[in-house]
């Protein structure tokens, strides 16, 4: 998905965050349904806009920041902060050792 949305960010990038906002949750709905997953396509496309315009990686971070509404998002993107890999798994509690196997 973030392949296929990243030339919205590029051609699109002096466009206001609104429209760019409604054009990559647009796009992510064709593959992905999920809430969660249209509002960090969005702040992607945003802060790939920002980059590209020229923009200082700490204020397009802060502004990321700034649009994150999903208090689970934020969280991830205030981990990438200081972690290089900003994943986090999570397993259901049901599941246990052996099934993973």
């Known amino acids: 998905m973030l392949m296929r949305i990243s030339p919205l960010a590029i051609a699109f990038r002096n466009r206001p965050y609104v429209e760019l906002k409604q054009m990559a949750e647009e796009d992510a709905q064709l593959t992905h349904c999920h809430p969660m997953a249209l509002e960090a396509t969005a702040i ?58």
């Open 44 to 101: 992607y496309v945003g802060a790939l806009a920002s980059l590209m315009k020229g923009v200082e990686r700490q204020e397009v971070y802060q502004e990321a920041l700034g649009r994150v509404e999903t208090p689970l998002l934020k969280e991830i993107l205030e981990d990438a902060k200081s972690h290089a890999t900003p994943v986090r798994l999570a397993v259901s509690s049901s599941l246990s050792d052996a099934s993973l196997t």
